[in-house]
């Protein structure tokens, strides 16, 4: 049987599909026939732009002795984690239970019914340093398949049986604000003020603490808070975790000070950054965070942009087999490129060394290769070489062009060029929250565009989402995260644009989650609908990993639907979701930083806005730039003319006792009571001016 990858869309697959192991994509057939051969599976999971990953396929899976004995003993599969994250995340829970450990690529060796009996992550060809090599395990497991099949079974058993412990999740009372400052504690305490983020290497940018540090130093009034949120945003602005050729982020740090980076740059980290880049700006006003914003849309619009709006994927860490190789430089590089007075300028301000400005990771030693990185602000370097600031921008802007067009040359890392649905949907939320604080239409039309790829290519003919599309094929039934994410995306372009037709699919796509998705006995969201494929168990997980789970995502869906709807119901919903969760929130709050910020909504200020009048009166846009630029606590708005009156009226029932006025009226409600209408800017003022801050 040869390999069947080719037969694949996705581009991790396709990178497979010329080993000599003869893998099959997850279908039945390959559990058929190792259920007729009696062998067991060999499970291999990963994503197209996984350093480690390409390692592991180049020495052993591209390797025709360690091919013929993996089919040999057993029927092999490959799955892309990010095409199908139910089953990523089903046997990743299985390799911590088994390892204590987890990561990419993940190895597991299961018997044709899907029951693991043996799980690791990388496992080199041969073996090294107490790490068994493929060379000797594949052998072991095959003899251990024909002569201890009972061991086997009995391995697979309690596996099975603590695999089934990690479903049955206790419920409690929904957690209070003691749980919010408990997370704020703990992140205190893993703080770096030195060098920003938490804990020691390698660092991760981990944006949705930072956004809930951000929320709770408004909300708890503690600037300590803030700053430990805006202190990170700065050091990793300045830091090699930043592309500061050709803009976006990286994927974590390797070290403490934001300087080497593992490489790849993934959609969804450039999505939850422009969050906080934004939300850092509108709090502190820093306008590196804003340039900050507009960078990562520039990357984003030019390498991760389909030419209909939809967004790629990611890029991967390594271009000519290299991990860095695309954006490292030589210090002789600099000085062929550029005249004498800026290489000296670049090589200063970038902080190059001939030796090089790292270590490679590998070998320890310094190869001559550097990343740029600024050690201080602009501002800061210009006064220090008795420049003005704007000269030394423009100079500094020069020369970064001049390196990325060179830069351009190069061998350009793999475009993992899928289109998922849940990232897009979190790319979309990023642009629309993002262009309406810094009032740049700009942003909000890419929002706009890659909704427009979403709703026709991913939505299918009954309305339901799809996970994957490439090369004009939508595959891979939508899972809880694809729901959530569009649904938190439909919401922020809701709010950015003021159309209805944002809420509108919102609720209907959030309707159909809660029908689909919802554990209806004890609160909270599976991660795969009813009728869909099992596996060993439907999973629900609150944990915020490299993104917000799709569970507290959710959570704030229904706050906000909630409060622009006037359906309690989602808001009830919400609160069973906390009571679901409750005994891992008391245990890891701060692993979970996501949906305390929906907690935080709940339990502080926060206020519904409707604005009525014709859309087009200056009034009126201008009652609405006031709240958005001055309003101190979260709140949701609808804006009500004669031309909308019945759609909202029949999404929103409350709205009908508002008037749809000749003129402008804004009608401010919070903590559930409301004031009466105001119909100017002044008035609005006095009225925010009256409204008490958050947290007291």
């Not at 204590?100 to 597991?108: C, V």
């Not at 809880?480 to 994410?485: F, G, R, S």
Request: aromatic share 10%; with cysteine.
């Amino acid at each position: 049987m040869a390999n069947q990858l080719n037969r694949e869309k996705s581009p991790y697959l396709l990178q497979h599909a010329d080993n000599p192991v003869e893998w099959y994509g997850w279908n039945q057939k390959p559990f058929d026939r190792a259920a007729a051969e009696d062998k067991p599976i060999f499970l291999s999971i990963g994503y197209a732009t996984c350093h480690w990953c390409h390692v592991m396929a180049h020495e052993s899976f591209e390797d025709p002795e360690i091919a013929r004995l993996m089919n040999e003993t057993f029927i092999n599969i490959k799955v892309d984690r990010e095409e199908r994250p139910d089953i990523d995340n089903t046997y990743m829970t299985i390799c911590q239970m088994m390892t204590g450990q987890g990561g990419w690529p993940l190895t597991i060796i299961m018997t044709p019914d899907k029951l693991p009996f043996y799980a690791a992550t990388y496992i080199p060809k041969s073996a090294r340093f107490n790490r068994i090599g493929m060379r000797e395990l594949v052998p072991r497991i095959g003899e251990s398949w024909k002569k201890d099949r009972e061991g086997i079974l009995e391995t697979a058993g309690r596996v099975q049986a603590g695999f089934r412990q990690t479903l049955d999740l206790p419920t409690g009372s929904t957690p209070g604000p003691e749980i919010i400052k408990e997370a704020r504690r703990r992140l205190g305490q893993r703080f770096d003020p030195e060098h920003g983020g938490f804990g020691a290497n390698p660092k991760f940018p981990s944006p949705h603490n930072l956004l809930f540090l951000l929320q709770y130093s408004q909300s708890y009034r503690d600037e300590k808070a803030e700053q430990m949120a805006l202190i990170t945003l700065e050091k990793m602005r300045l830091g090699g975790i930043c592309d500061q050729i050709g803009f976006g982020f990286h994927r974590y740090s390797t070290d403490e000070k934001w300087l080497l980076p593992h490489f790849e740059k993934m959609l969804y980290d450039q999505a939850m950054l422009m969050l906080a880049y934004a939300e850092g700006w509108r709090q502190s006003g820093d306008p590196l965070f804003r340039e900050t914003v507009l960078e990562i849309a520039a990357y984003v619009d030019e390498q991760l942009t389909s030419s209909e709006g939809g967004f790629f994927s990611a890029e991967d860490a390594d271009s000519e087999g290299e991990e860095g190789k695309f954006y490292v430089w030589k210090t002789q590089e600099i000085e062929a490129l550029l005249e004498p007075e800026d290489a000296a300028l670049a090589l200063d301000i970038y902080n190059f060394l001939e030796e090089g400005n790292f270590r490679d990771e590998a070998t320890g030693e310094k190869m001559g290769n550097n990343i740029p990185w600024l050690q201080h602000r602009i501002e800061e370097l210009a006064a220090g070489r008795n420049l003005a600031e704007e000269e030394l921008k423009q100079r500094m802007e020069r020369i970064r062009s001049l390196l990325k067009d060179e830069r351009s040359g190069r061998v350009r890392p793999l475009l993992d060029d899928k289109v998922l649905t849940d990232w897009n949907g979190l790319m979309i939320a990023a642009l629309s929250r993002a262009g309406l604080l810094l009032e740049d239409p700009s942003l909000i039309r890419m929002a706009e565009r890659a909704w427009k790829f979403i709703s026709k290519h991913l939505i299918d003919e009954n309305g339901h989402l799809l996970h994957r599309y490439r090369e004009g094929e939508a595959a891979v039934t939508g899972m809880a995260d694809d729901y959530a994410c569009l649904i938190w995306g439909l919401i922020e372009l809701s709010q950015a644009t003021l159309d209805i037709h944002y809420i509108e699919k919102a609720v209907e796509l959030n309707a159909f989650f809660i029908e689909q998705f919802l554990d209806h006995e004890r609160g909270g969201f599976y991660q795969t609908a009813t009728g869909s494929e099992k596996i060993l168990g439907r999973q629900k997980e609150i944990y915020d990993g490299a993104a917000p789970s799709f569970n507290s995502i959710a959570a704030m869906n229904l706050i906000r639907l909630s409060r622009l709807t006037g359906d309690t119901t989602l808001e009830e919903e919400s609160d069973r979701l906390f009571q679901a969760f409750s005994a891992f929130l008391e245990e890891s709050p701060d692993s979970a930083t996501h949906a305390l910020q929906a907690l935080m909504m709940t339990q502080r200020p926060s206020a519904e806005i409707i604005v009525s009048g014709p859309p087009d009166d200056p009034e009126v846009r201008s009652l609405i730039r006031t709240v958005r630029q001055e309003m101190r606590e979260p709140f949701v708005l609808l804006q009500k003319s004669g031309i909308n009156a019945e759609r909202l009226a029949e999404m929103a029932p409350y709205t009908t006792g508002y008037p749809a006025e000749e003129s402008a009226a804004l009608y401010l409600c919070r903590q559930f009571r409301c004031e009466a209408p105001v119909h100017t800017v002044e008035a609005l003022r006095e009225l925010l001016d009256a409204t008490p801050a958050p947290g007291l």
